[in-house]
């Protein structure tokens, strides 16, 4: 008897699809010069990185003194024999993510299948008979575990597990002759049905003749439930579901992946096998084939599991890069140039892209800008901003004064229920120096004069809370020299590593600092080690008084 061995490889998966890298030499090169075997483009990876060499029938991973380390599996090494399904990581343990699959890995150096499914095809073997009950020849051939050995290279995102769950339906409806299989997937507290097949090949979906009790007793055991005659049961015979939908035999065997050295296992799913025609009869021998089979399965519906979960977490990374390019985009706006005003503005997310910004028109008559911080972090709060920002923007250069921008912005939010709302400050200087100005919930803007510090007191209510607000702007006059800083609540909210915030005492100790940079700096420094927790944005103009006859 023959063992299909294929060779040796790495997987990875990246945007582009699953790539395989077939180890077909005794030694492979990696690392970024051109012209190794594998060349990986990553700043972390070093030109020389590490060596595979083929050791016999096993392969060694071995550092080649790299800058930042080999890993296997998360851990640093200088040399490790790699296993089946290892992960390998150069440089860094967020750069490229590597699989070692190694189809052979289920076979021993002379060609035998470990000692619990070797025996069990020994005495298949040598029975050489058929069944005495179901009148159908015994399973007796490596080819009926072969698909463990083919599905451990198909770890890519969604078909993976499409093929391992529709093998592992036709071998155990082959092998216990009953009418139908389904295969349900645990999400959260639920299972959902993944897979159904009847004995024909027929795809299924799921229906109410499905034995819940069944399903729930072999959960709760943690083990295989079966029953080959229902009408020999007498507890089964007293189920409603299996009488009413005269269920003759049920297999149902929980998917576990048991934890290395530990007695502990994570259920993954569930094989579900029912017959309404007649009872099964299972040897022995095929009662432990059905066990194997679905042990196994569950070792590789765990990679695949994971594989898919890499998959889209790289999709999802992916996607929120470009849209923090998108949104880094929309906040390098170039901001005007004027002579009675000089702009600085800068804005730095504490995740990939956030919910606070920044925006300046120049009219003829004045300068409008404005700040906006809306409530919450991330995707939901990125896209809320971006849509706030082009309204704001658009309703600047239509020359709408600030409290209708602030009724309609508040309309936007309140009426369409999206769960956000925004604090934000606009402003027009004009070229006298008069400023108009209007607060919703933000913090208070800053006139920094010298050294000393005032506070814009005038305030108004947060958009999107509560319909129907009437906003109310003020006014102040600027002097030249003097600097209008407006800042987002991730600056004064920052924290210490004793608790303690940044505050308003902190920002008016810096808020004499130029250029802006060296106030976030300071920020930073403060809640040092730890990262931001909120956004930070900010927004100075410094009004000079110089006008031109251009713009008189």
């Given at each position: 008897?023959?063992?299909?061995?294929?060779?040796?490889?790495?997987?990875?998966?990246?945007?582009?699809?699953?790539?395989?890298?077939?180890?077909?030499?005794?030694?492979?090169?990696?690392?970024?010069?051109?012209?190794?075997?594998?060349?990986?483009?990553?700043?972390?990876?070093?030109?020389?990185?590490?060596?595979?060499?083929?050791?016999?029938?096993?392969?060694?991973?071995?550092?080649?003194?790299?800058?930042?380390?080999?890993?296997?599996?998360?851990?640093?090494?200088?040399?490790?024999?790699?296993?089946?399904?290892?992960?390998?990581?150069?440089?860094?343990?967020?750069?490229?993510?590597?699989?070692?699959?190694?189809?052979?890995?289920?076979?021993?150096?002379?060609?035998?299948?470990?000692?619990?499914?070797?025996?069990?095809?020994?005495?298949?073997?040598?029975?050489?008979?058929?069944?005495?009950?179901?009148?159908?020849?015994?399973?007796?051939?490596?080819?009926?575990?072969?698909?463990?050995?083919?599905?451990?290279?198909?770890l890519n995102a969604g078909g993976a597990i499409d093929e391992i769950l529709t093998t592992?339906?036709?071998?155990?409806?082959?092998?216990?002759?009953?009418?139908?299989?389904?295969?349900?997937?645990?999400?959260?507290?639920?299972?959902?049905?993944?897979?159904?097949?009847?004995?024909?090949?027929?795809?299924?979906?799921?229906?109410?003749?499905?034995?819940?009790?069944?399903?729930?007793?072999?959960?709760?055991?943690?083990?295989?439930?079966?029953?080959?005659?229902?009408?020999?049961?007498?507890?089964?015979?007293?189920?409603?579901?299996?009488?009413?939908?005269?269920?003759?035999?049920?297999?149902?065997?929980?998917?576990?992946?048991?934890?290395?050295?530990?007695?502990?296992?994570?259920?993954?799913?569930?094989?579900?096998?029912?017959?309404?025609?007649?009872?099964?009869?299972?040897?022995?021998?095929?009662?432990?084939?059905?066990?194997?089979?679905?042990?196994?399965?569950?070792?590789?519906?765990?990679?695949?599991?994971?594989?898919?979960?890499?998959?889209?977490?790289?999709?999802?990374?992916?996607?929120?890069?470009?849209?923090?390019?998108?949104?880094?985009?929309?906040?390098?706006?170039?901001?005007?140039?004027?002579?009675?005003?000089?702009?600085?503005?800068?804005?730095?997310?504490?995740?990939?892209?956030?919910?606070?910004?920044?925006?300046?028109?120049?009219?003829?008559?004045?300068?409008?800008?404005?700040?906006?911080?809306?409530?919450?972090?991330?995707?939901?709060?990125?896209?809320?901003?971006?849509?706030?920002?082009?309204?704001i923007h658009a309703q600047l250069l239509a020359k709408q004064s600030l409290t209708e921008?602030?009724?309609?912005?508040?309309?936007?939010?309140?009426?369409?229920?999206?769960?956000?709302?925004?604090?934000?400050?606009?402003?027009?200087?004009?070229?006298?120096?008069?400023?108009?100005?209007?607060?919703?919930?933000?913090?208070?803007?800053?006139?920094?004069?010298?050294?000393?510090?005032?506070?814009?007191?005038?305030?108004?209510?947060?958009?999107?809370?509560?319909?129907?607000?009437?906003?109310?702007?003020?006014?102040?006059?600027?002097?030249?020299?003097?600097?209008?800083?407006?800042?987002?609540?991730?600056?004064?909210?920052?924290?210490?590593?004793?608790?303690?915030?940044?505050?308003?005492?902190?920002?008016?100790?810096?808020?004499?600092?130029?250029?802006?940079?060296?106030?976030?700096?300071?920020?930073?420094?403060?809640?040092?080690?730890?990262?931001?927790?909120?956004?930070?944005?900010?927004?100075?103009?410094?009004?000079?008084?110089?006008?031109?006859?251009?713009?008189?």
């Amino acid at each position: 008897m023959t063992v299909d061995i294929e060779a040796a490889a790495l997987v990875y998966t990246d945007a582009d699809g699953e790539h395989r890298f077939a180890l077909d030499r005794p030694s492979l090169s990696i690392g970024r010069t051109p012209g190794l075997d594998l060349v990986l483009r990553d700043p972390h990876i070093s030109r020389r990185h590490a060596v595979i060499e083929k050791k016999g029938a096993e392969y060694v991973v071995i550092d080649q003194k790299s800058s930042f380390g080999t890993y296997v599996n998360e851990k640093k090494v200088e040399r490790a024999i790699l296993r089946h399904g290892d992960l390998l990581q150069f440089g860094s343990l967020d750069g490229s993510r590597l699989r070692f699959h190694f189809p052979a890995s289920q076979v021993s150096e002379k060609g035998r299948l470990p000692s619990s499914a070797t025996s069990l095809l020994t005495s298949l073997q040598g029975l050489q008979r058929r069944d005495e009950h179901a009148q159908r020849p015994a399973a007796h051939e490596l080819g009926q575990l072969n698909w463990l050995l083919s599905a451990a290279r198909q770890l890519n995102a969604g078909g993976a597990i499409d093929e391992i769950l529709t093998t592992l339906l036709e071998l155990t409806l082959q092998l216990t002759g009953v009418e139908r299989g389904f295969v349900f997937l645990k999400e959260g507290e639920e299972m959902r049905l993944a897979r159904g097949l009847n004995s024909n090949g027929r795809v299924l979906e799921e229906d109410s003749t499905v034995s819940r009790r069944a399903i729930k007793r072999a959960i709760e055991s943690e083990s295989k439930f079966s029953i080959s005659d229902t009408l020999a049961d007498n507890a089964a015979a007293a189920w409603a579901s299996v009488m009413v939908n005269r269920i003759r035999s049920i297999y149902c065997i929980p998917l576990r992946k048991r934890e290395p050295g530990s007695l502990k296992s994570t259920l993954l799913g569930l094989l579900y096998l029912d017959s309404q025609v007649a009872p099964g009869y299972l040897s022995e021998v095929d009662h432990q084939l059905l066990d194997t089979i679905s042990t196994e399965a569950a070792a590789l519906l765990h990679n695949a599991l994971l594989a898919e979960a890499e998959f889209k977490a790289r999709q999802a990374r992916e996607e929120l890069a470009v849209a923090a390019k998108i949104q880094s985009g929309l906040m390098s706006i170039a901001l005007p140039v004027l002579p009675y005003a000089e702009l600085q503005a800068r804005s730095v997310p504490c995740l990939e892209i956030g919910g606070d910004f920044f925006t300046a028109v120049a009219l003829e008559e004045c300068l409008c800008a404005g700040i906006a911080d809306v409530s919450g972090k991330g995707v939901s709060a990125a896209i809320v901003a971006a849509t706030l920002q082009g309204i704001i923007h658009a309703q600047l250069l239509a020359k709408q004064s600030l409290t209708e921008i602030a009724a309609q912005l508040n309309q936007f939010l309140y009426t369409r229920q999206v769960g956000k709302y925004a604090t934000l400050v606009l402003f027009k200087l004009y070229l006298d120096g008069r400023v108009e100005y209007l607060n919703c919930g933000h913090i208070r803007p800053l006139v920094v004069r010298g050294k000393s510090v005032e506070r814009l007191q005038e305030a108004n209510p947060i958009v999107g809370l509560l319909p129907g607000v009437a906003y109310l702007a003020a006014e102040y006059t600027m002097r030249p020299g003097d600097r209008l800083l407006i800042v987002t609540d991730g600056l004064v909210e920052a924290e210490n590593c004793a608790g303690e915030p940044f505050g308003d005492a902190g920002l008016d100790a810096v808020a004499h600092l130029e250029p802006i940079d060296g106030i976030l700096d300071r920020v930073a420094a403060y809640h040092a080690p730890h990262p931001a927790q909120d956004d930070c944005t900010l927004l100075q103009v410094r009004y000079t008084g110089e006008q031109t006859a251009t713009m008189g």
